[in-house]
């Protein structure tokens, strides 16, 4: 297997690459989803919102934590999570950032 060379790119393209990456999956999204719909923090009730194992879905909820996406705290013996708004609100800016640089839907590229 090659090297992805991310040392080649900036901090920011890696971070935002990232960031991608980590909303990559469907159940991903739908996590963020569900959890932008109530917005509240959610314990135990994930697994019943998605067709996959509790051990699936606390993976998915360590890669979207990992990203900063949501937080979690921890209530008794269960992990409760939520958006994590600061950091949303950041990577949202960083996004249209990048999509707005796109040029105007009339011009012709190719």
Same mark, same amino acid.
């Given at each position: 297997m090659g090297l992805t060379k991310t040392e080649s790119f900036t901090d920011q393209q890696n971070d935002l690459a990232g960031l991608a990456k980590a909303m990559a999956h469907p159940a991903r999204v739908a996590? +963020?989803?569900? +959890? +932008?719909k109530v917005n509240a923090c959610v314990c135990g009730d994930l697994v019943d919102e998605l067709p996959l194992a509790q051990a699936t879905v606390s993976q998915h909820l360590r890669e979207l934590k990992a990203a900063g996406l949501i937080k979690g705290n921890i209530e008794g013996t269960s992990v409760c999570y939520c958006i994590d708004t600061d950091r949303w609100q950041s990577i949202r800016k960083r996004f249209l950032s990048l999509f707005d640089r796109c040029c105007e839907p009339d011009s012709s590229c190719c």
């Open positions: 996590i +963020l989803e569900h +959890l +932008l």
